[in-house]
């Protein structure tokens, strides 16, 4: 099968579906090989597979117009030969795990085509811009389980290196390509230009930039990009009386929001118009480094949110004993966890103050992988429900570091699959047969201390840190959060999240990059940056990882 080497030249081969897509044929009813091929119809069925495109039924007029430098058509069921070549695998399991010819095969992964078993000669000539191609070493999948714990220290398990001198110079920005969704995409962009949602019975629904959306044939691509007369959440003015009616019943339906009653609407409505003010007021300030919006949050009072969201209702106690570990070496400049793969999903922790959980499972779901090459993910409700004597109170809140303690002295956490998240504090029910991962140790950030704390995430893995969450930050949408609100000391933070990375803006502004805990559709993709180097909010005063 010939290798595509561009984008743009693989998107070429989906030219030749002009004729095809236009028409309704009835060998497109089946899903399957074996259907295709013993299918009744007066014409003959054949199986087109391609590394293009999704393997699919055609009549054989339309077989015919299929170049074959790319597509291989069968008209008749036949014992696959022994060897397949690279080609045969479809997961990334059994891919990166067999060879063709003695040499490796890749599992390669684009936004442009589904991710696809290669030979080495194939994956070198794949552009890296659209293509990232794993061979065993990196081939790692996040589980929803683990259930033998030798498997954890098998010596057969692929180890991440930690050395990043690598890749940590390579930009932040992901471009179109990262968002996989038409909401994600259509609001973002790249290079200062608008993404675009490409549509197409061919190939994938895909994100695209401007420049690769101009040149996809027409006949086959749908591309939209940002409705220009849609609603901006960012609002940059009070909304007129007259308006306010109509812009929250756009936001209701937005975010799928319903009231019980005519008087519940009338008193929501009334929140929303306070948190529309504080939202206008402060995106109209001219040095602003960063932007709000009205989000899911936004028909919430800030004391609501914080009992629901936050519920830290007493002082947190971040006085753990500093354990150090940390040798002074070279640090890099910048880095990003994300880029490196080991950074599990964004979750939601819902209404329940439960964030410290959120941030304890994040961190140990990438010390588990850099340290064992196992990505699992890990039960916040195991925490919720188990870490009282710890110093936790479940969705009233707790510390990161108390919560790695728990799991040292326990004998592990459960996985997530075994112990399922419930947004509410329940009986404990921890099974030492689930455990997915344990804690030899953990370390405690010198409290205040930035340098320590850059030293760790740039050398070591994502940090669970803890800050004040001010008013103002529920809305956060992009830029860099440098609040002159919110306190620093250790009795004053609420919120526990994870910094899986650092960097600086382009005028020289240096912040944090941190995962929240308030869905993927908060901030930046369920992220946000905040300023580092003056400890912000306090994000430096109880900040600690475990050793798994």
Same mark, same amino acid.
Request: with cysteine.
């Given at each position: 099968m010939k290798p595509m080497t561009t984008l743009v030249g693989l998107l070429a081969a989906a030219a030749w579906m002009i004729d095809v897509v236009a028409a309704?044929?009835?060998?497109?009813? !089946?899903?399957?090989?074996?259907?295709?091929?013993?299918?009744?119809?007066?014409?003959?069925?054949?199986?087109?597979?391609?590394?293009?495109?999704?393997?699919?039924?055609?009549?054989?007029?339309?077989?015919?117009?299929?170049?074959?430098?790319?597509?291989?058509?069968?008209?008749?069921?036949?014992?696959?030969?022994?060897?397949?070549?690279?080609?045969? !695998?479809? $997961?990334?399991?059994?891919?990166?795990?067999?060879?063709?010819?003695?040499?490796?095969?890749?599992?390669?992964?684009?936004?442009?085509?589904?991710?696809?078993? !290669?030979?080495?000669?194939?994956?070198? #000539?794949?552009?890296?811009?659209?293509? #990232?191609?794993d061979m065993m070493q990196k081939a790692l999948v996040f589980k929803a389980d683990v259930v033998d714990l030798a498997a954890l220290a098998s010596p057969n398990v692929p180890v991440i290196p930690v050395d990043s001198e690598s890749w940590w110079l390579d930009p932040v920005n992901h471009g179109c390509h990262f968002y996989n969704a038409k909401e994600s995409c259509i609001h973002n962009t790249e290079g200062g230009k608008p993404?675009?949602?490409?549509?197409?019975?061919?190939?994938?629904?895909?994100?695209?930039?401007?420049?690769?959306?101009?040149?996809?044939?027409?006949?086959?691509?749908?591309?939209?990009?940002?409705?220009?007369?849609?609603?901006?959440?960012?609002?940059?003015?009070?909304?007129?009386?007259?308006?306010?009616?109509?812009?929250?019943?756009?936001?209701?339906?937005?975010?799928?929001?319903?009231?019980?009653?005519?008087?519940?609407?009338?008193?929501?409505?009334?929140?929303?118009?306070?948190?529309?003010?504080?939202?206008?007021?402060?995106? #109209?300030?001219?040095?602003?480094?960063?932007?709000?919006?009205?989000?899911?949050?936004?028909?919430?009072?800030?004391d609501e949110f914080k009992q629901l969201y936050l519920g830290a209702s007493t002082p947190q106690n971040c006085s753990a004993a500093h354990t150090a570990r940390l040798v002074a070496k070279d640090v890099p400049e910048a880095i990003d966890w994300r880029r490196w793969g080991?950074?599990?999903?964004?979750?939601?922790?819902?209404?329940?103050?439960?964030?410290?959980?959120?941030?304890? $499972?994040?961190?140990l779901e990438s010390h588990n992988l850099l340290t064992h090459g196992k990505k699992v993910l890990l039960s916040e409700q195991n925490l919720i429900d188990c870490a009282q004597a710890f110093d936790n109170h479940g969705c009233s809140g707790g510390l990161p570091s108390h919560a790695f303690e728990y799991v040292k002295y326990n004998g592990g956490l459960d996985t997530g699959a075994s112990y399922p998240y419930h947004a509410k504090d329940e009986k404990c029910r921890?099974?030492?047969?689930?455990?997915?991962?344990?804690?030899?140790?953990?370390?405690?950030?010198?409290?205040?201390?930035?340098?320590?704390?850059?030293?760790?995430?740039?050398?070591?893995?994502?940090?669970?840190?803890?800050?004040?969450?001010?008013?103002?930050?529920?809305?956060?949408?992009?830029?860099? !959060?440098?609040?002159?609100?919110?306190?620093?000391?250790?009795?004053?933070?609420?919120?526990?999240v994870l910094a899986v990375g650092y960097n600086a803006t382009e005028d020289g502004r240096k912040y944090w990059i941190v995962k929240n805990s308030w869905s993927a559709k908060w901030g930046l993709q369920g992220y946000f940056n905040i300023a580092r180097d003056k400890n912000m909010c306090g994000l430096a005063d109880c900040a600690s990882y475990p050793l798994v």
């Open positions: 309704s044929y009835k060998c497109h009813s !089946y899903n399957s090989k074996d259907a295709c091929l013993k299918s009744l119809d007066e014409k003959p069925c054949l199986w087109c597979s391609s590394a293009a495109v999704p393997s699919s039924c055609y009549e054989d007029d339309e077989a015919a117009q299929l170049p074959p430098g790319v597509f291989e058509c069968t008209k008749e069921t036949l014992e696959a030969p022994p060897n397949h070549g690279c080609h045969f !695998y479809n $997961t990334e399991a059994s891919c990166v795990q067999n060879t063709e010819g003695d040499k490796p095969c890749f599992w390669c992964k684009s936004a442009a085509v589904p991710s696809q078993c !290669y030979n080495e000669t194939e994956a070198e #000539q794949l552009p890296p811009a659209v293509f #990232q191609c993404c675009y949602w490409c549509k197409s019975a061919a190939v994938p629904s895909t994100c695209y930039n401007e420049t690769e959306a101009k040149q996809l044939p027409p006949a086959i691509f749908q591309c939209d990009k940002e409705d220009s007369h849609a609603i901006n959440w960012a609002l940059v003015e009070i909304p007129s009386p007259d308006a306010f009616a109509a812009l929250f019943s756009h936001w209701a339906a937005t975010f799928n929001v319903e009231y019980p009653s005519v008087e519940e609407r009338q008193r929501r409505a009334e929140v929303f118009y306070d948190n529309a003010k504080l939202v206008a007021q402060h995106n #109209q300030q001219v040095h602003a480094t960063y932007t709000l919006e009205l989000n899911k949050f936004a028909d919430t009072t800030w080991a950074v599990s999903p964004v979750k939601d922790q819902g209404k329940c103050g439960s964030c410290w959980t959120f941030s304890s $499972t994040g961190c921890f099974s030492p047969a689930s455990v997915g991962v344990k804690v030899l140790d953990v370390v405690n950030i010198t409290s205040r201390d930035e340098t320590e704390l850059r030293m760790a995430v740039g050398t070591v893995g994502p940090v669970s840190i803890a800050f004040q969450v001010a008013s103002d930050f529920r809305f956060y949408k992009e830029g860099v !959060y440098d609040s002159t609100v919110c306190q620093s000391g250790e009795e004053d933070v609420n919120h526990a």
